[in-house]
């Protein structure tokens, strides 16, 4: 049995594509065999921005309800946040590390760029992170795959380029990196470094199959950072960050007994999830950052708590004066 794996035509998803498709043979037994999808986002040059929420994942989703494809991979973050009707994320195979990194001209860090050095990036979030740190940077928008804006550095063009690490060392190109930058510093966007694979919900051996590949810590993590950014009704290309990390603590020593506020009035050790998020302002000038802590089990409701602080503290009038 071949089953039809889609997946876009770039370098990047047709290399995240054949690390799944690997993982599928060598977990089933079946052969995979990659349908490349030419989605609107890659036939255009306009700014992710512009382009909206889903452009890069609607003509996978469409070739799938047509059972052109029988599944495929999705870059997590490129996703909407609302579910799909008729599919399902199957697996949430292991996360890649979710940090941004910067490639920068003579193996410089952004502490060590000059004033005036300019920072190519196609993310309105990097934008404003950087921004809101107050270096005497440009920014200059780009787009492209990563050949071309890594190609922006080494011609002189750009003094330096910020891109996903993930994307990088599945490229096998992680070695380029002048720096992996602190999420204390740019907070990753909500499931960077995730791979969604996703079927027909009404296939249910596939669902199963494919259900092998699935990571628990990486689902848990990718759901409370999609939830801060659904609940804070913010789409992939807006200025909002977040990281959700899973680590083994004893749960009585770093939360309160409020329910679902990330404590446990019994004690207890186990995973735990640190979820932390942002909301920026497109000029910098206002950065939001708060954190939320709790269990795998409540990974959705940590999210959506988090964006509540968040809208408390005045996020919704930060996002709305951008809209």
């Known amino acids: 049995m071949t089953l039809r794996l889609g997946t876009r035509g770039s370098a990047l998803a047709m290399a995240q594509s054949g ?14 065999e990659l349908v ?38 999705h870059s997590f973050k490129d996703l909407p946040t609302a579910p799909a009707d008729g599919l399902e994320i199957a697996a949430v195979p292991p996360r890649e590390d979710p940090r941004d990194a ?31 740190l107050g270096l005497p940077v440009e920014t200059v928008p780009i787009r492209g795959n990563v050949d071309t804006r890594l190609r922006k550095v080494t011609n002189g063009e750009l003094d330096a380029v910020i891109l996903a690490r993930a994307g990088l060392a599945r490229l096998g190109r992680a070695g380029e990196i002048t720096e992996i930058i602190d999420p204390a510093l740019i907070l990753p966007a909500p499931a ?21 590949l699935d990571d628990p810590y990486s689902r848990a993590a990718v759901t409370a950072e999609r939830a801060l950014l659904a609940t804070l009704e913010a789409g992939c290309s807006a200025p909002v960050a977040g990281l959700a990390e899973v680590v ?15 404590g446990n009035a019994a004690g207890g050790s186990g995973p735990v999830i640190h979820l932390r998020g942002a909301v920026y302002s497109l000029d910098g000038r206002i950065a939001l950052r708060l954190t939320r802590t709790g269990t795998l089990t409540d990974a959705e409701q940590i999210g959506r708590l988090l964006a509540a602080d968040l809208l408390a503290a005045g996020a919704d009038k930060v996002l709305g004066a951008q809209q």
């Open 19 to 32: 690390h799944v498709a690997d993982a599928v043979r060598k977990a089933t037994g079946h052969d995979v």
């Open 36 to 73: 490349e999808i030419v989605t609107p986002g890659d036939r255009s040059s306009a700014p992710v921005a512009r382009l909206g929420v889903g452009v890069f994942v609607s003509a996978l989703r469409d070739a799938l309800t047509a059972k052109e494809i029988d599944f495929a991979v």
């Open 102 to 132: 910067l490639i920068a001209r003579d193996g410089l860090t952004l502490a060590q760029l000059p004033s005036g050095a300019r920072i190519g990036t196609g993310a309105v979030r990097r934008i404003a992170a950087l921004r809101a």
């Open 192 to 212: 960077q470094g995730a791979l969604a694979v996703e079927c027909r919900d009404d296939d249910a051996d596939l669902v199963a199959a494919l259900a092998l």
């Open 248 to 262: 083994h603590e004893t749960m009585s020593t770093i939360g309160t007994a409020e329910p679902n506020s990330g």
